[in-house]
């Protein structure tokens, strides 16, 4: 595993921690609000008992909150981890034809594929192919519909999203580094003093986590093994290690994949599916959001790594809080705290004019969000980049170069 890289900075003051927390918390409620009913339909679909659903949930978030928080230590970098969205939308489908026990042996090769593509370092070269303005515009059309979702839920509670926008301009202006915090707790209040997060039957319990002895099968090994390795390298991990390279994030591909593969690893008998470098979410803790100094955003990482353990220690009834908060404050919250990550991308994308081309080809290709043969747009968009980089410039990168 790679030493952090040490970068002279200026000491912590109680006044550094507060915003890099507070994108933290951001990235797990915008976590759980948006994407974790997927985990509740693919256990439907499985026909898991109450007690097996809520191991897969105290699996996931013990593991994605143990590998953030670990890797945000050690890199002193905003690594936020997340499970594989992509492949809990897969399993959804998946897992009505296959048994839970091949299940889980499957979680488990998928995991070990990912701990060997760590540990030789084939996706750490890969990574570095990259060039900056195909990444960064690849990471613009990826967060586009987030931040068109933040006004597009005005046409769904006008008063709610009008509140936020509203709010979030009048602290860009005023109080530009409060932004996001304002908006949250504007929200959260305004929510609260509406009734729209009924607390009065909250009831906190401690999960169980329920050990699945795994089987396997050629069948599930192809069926699902396969698929979920697959789009989770393409949809999760390749975008996600994007983000923080367009964020100025050296941070080697390597350990993260070979500890969040790892993780996934011991987590799949208790009903993980996998985790992995997050992307969406990543994106409101890496960039001058979370913190103007970037060697202090490694913060919210440890914020984010707390947060998922707490959930996960209470399985499904924390889960369910985040769950209920209504749709449009999410989408709403999302696309704000995305705002300036979404600009830095565009202005990162358009600095070089002989690379601009190739990276406004990205930009709308990402944004299209392409889908064939099972694999999602954030995967075309790289493609279609790169070798639209490669046909305006006569020659692919460098397979062994470092292009950022």
């Not at 976590?31 to 809520?54: D, H, M, R, W």
């Amino acid at each position: 595993m790679d030493a952090p890289v040490q970068s002279p900075s200026t000491p912590f003051r109680v006044a550094d921690i507060l915003h890099p927390v507070v994108a933290g918390i951001v990235s797990v409620i915008v976590n759980y609000g948006g994407t974790f009913i997927l985990v509740f339909q693919a256990a439907k679909v499985a026909g898991l008992s109450p007690e097996l659903t809520s191991s897969w949930v105290w699996a996931v978030s013990i593991g994605v909150g143990l590998s953030g928080l670990a890797l945000s230590w050690y890199s002193r970098a905003p690594v936020i981890t997340a499970w594989s969205t992509p492949a809990a939308a897969f399993l959804v489908t998946a897992l009505a034809n296959v048994p839970y026990s091949e299940a889980i042996g499957a979680y488990l090769l998928s995991a070990v594929g990912f701990v060997v593509l760590g540990i030789t370092g084939c996706f750490e070269r890969l990574v570095r192919v990259v060039p900056g303005g195909v990444a960064a515009g690849l990471l613009a059309g990826i967060l586009l519909q987030f931040g068109m979702g933040a006004f597009a839920s005005l046409s769904v509670d006008p008063a709610l999203a009008g509140l936020l926008i509203a709010a979030y301009v009048a602290f860009k202006r005023f109080t530009a580094r409060y932004a996001v915090v304002g908006i949250l707790l504007l929200g959260l209040g305004y929510l609260l003093l509406q009734g729209q997060v009924g607390l009065t039957t909250f009831k906190l319990e401690f999960a169980s986590p329920v050990f699945t002895a795994p089987t396997f099968s050629l069948n599930a090994a192809l069926s699902v093994a396969l698929p979920l390795f697959l789009i989770t390298l393409t949809g999760q991990y390749m975008p996600g290690m994007l983000v923080l390279r367009n964020d100025g994030f050296t941070t080697s591909a390597n350990p993260i994949v070979a500890v969040t593969g790892l993780g996934s690893l011991l987590m799949a008998p208790f009903g993980s599916h996998a985790f992995n470098i997050a992307a969406i979410t990543a994106a409101i803790c890496t960039g001058k959001e979370a913190h103007e100094d970037p060697d202090k955003r490694w913060v919210a990482g440890i914020a984010a790594g707390v947060c998922y353990i707490l959930v996960g220690v209470f399985g499904v009834t924390l889960a369910s809080v985040f769950m209920a908060l209504p749709g449009t404050f999410i989408t709403t919250l999302a696309g704000l705290a995305l705002l300036g990550t979404i600009s830095a991308s565009l202005a990162s994308a358009m600095a070089d004019a002989r690379a601009r081309e190739a990276a406004l080809i990205t930009f709308l290709a990402a944004a299209a969000n392409i889908s064939l043969f099972g694999i999602g747009g954030a995967f075309w968009g790289l493609v279609i980049g790169l070798l639209a980089h490669a046909a305006l410039n006569g020659r692919l990168p460098a397979f062994s170069g470092n292009s950022r």
